[in-house]
């Protein structure tokens, strides 16, 4: 996320404001439906990009790389706070555009971020429509039977919103691009909402996916408590990985690879990547699996391949693989942990990986 220092007390108030209610949000959608239809009805759309996985598993980073090609488009932080209407608020908020001055995020790993930055928000379109798979204590999965027409169609029109919004070029063609951490749970869901898309999966190292996931949790433990706003902008846009608004999905099999484990602990985090990583398991003829390991070493074999799944110009690997780095290994006392929980990740990765991009 953007430095929340930034924001101003004005900013404040148009962001409670913008999310006192899903109704508020849903408003200014069917607002921006009558004011803007001239302008999202030329739009040709293509088959939509969902990537997902745990969070710290490369995600932002494919986003970024794809994002950066023509044609494919997706929200930035700019469309905060009124992320259903982005044309609209792009329209109310450009007199006082701010400027996209990169900083690190607030997870603190080294990715820059700024108001220009791609960035996840359709995660409060799913609250909106599907407010019983969420409470205090987790996140129910999706399975096809939650299909609703009514949520597919808002979607559709939100996707197009987007692509209106980011592809100006006299083409108006465009492919909107998902990055949501949530979708993992919606792996039986997305292809029967949208058959023609393409789901992006990429795993990582079970323990070092684990650690980074513990380390981020201990991180906004602390941010949460030393700043209620971060801690209500986050709830507030749907992100509950971690800290104080930490609800797990709740994965088959979670409740008994969790007994007598927190968060705090590292073999929890260790659990969670088990019960997520058989759930893709399961809908593994739905998903493209991207080892994250491969994003440094091997990163234009993976945009490679990336530019086949996704019928784009071979020429754009270059430029796609471009943006992956590697990724800094864990620290010694990390790495010599022991527990039959590793041993378990490790023998799903080994299974996982076999089919995983550039390793096939």
Known sequence: MVALNAYSPLDRFVHRIAFASPGIQLAASDMEDSLFGRDVAPVTMGAPIFVTSLPRAGTTIL????????????????????????LLWSRLSGRFRKPATLQERAHGDGI??????????????????????????????????????????????HFRKVVALRCRGAARAGRYISKNNG??????????????????????????????????????????AEDPFTRRYMADIGHYEFGRLHRPIRFEGLDVLLEGLTP??????????????????AQRTRVHLIAFEDLGRRGPAVAARLCAWLDLDPALASGIGAHFRPAPAPPPAVQAHRSALRDRAEALYGGLIADAVCRR
């Open 183 to 224: 979708n993992i749970a919606r792996l039986d869901l997305l292809p029967a909402l949208f058959p023609e898309a393409t789901i992006l999966v990429p795993v990582r190292r079970p323990l070092d996916h684990a650690a980074s996931l513990h380390r981020q949790h201990m991180n906004f433990l602390k941010r949460h």
């Open 112 to 157: 820059a971020v700024g108001y220009d930055s791609p960035e996840a928000f359709e995660e409060v379109i799913w609250r909106a429509f599907w407010p019983d798979h969420f409470d205090a204590d987790g996140i129910d999965l999706w399975t096809a039977v939650d299909a609703r027409a009514e949520a597919r169609d808002f979607m559709a029109r």
């Open 264 to 281: 705090g602990d590292l073999d929890y985090w260790l659990a969670y990547w088990i019960a997520a990583f058989e759930h893709v398991r």
């Open 63 to 86: 986003l970024t790389a794809l994002a950066s090609v023509p044609g494919l488009a997706t929200h930035l932080y700019r469309d905060m706070p009124f992320v259903m209407a982005p």
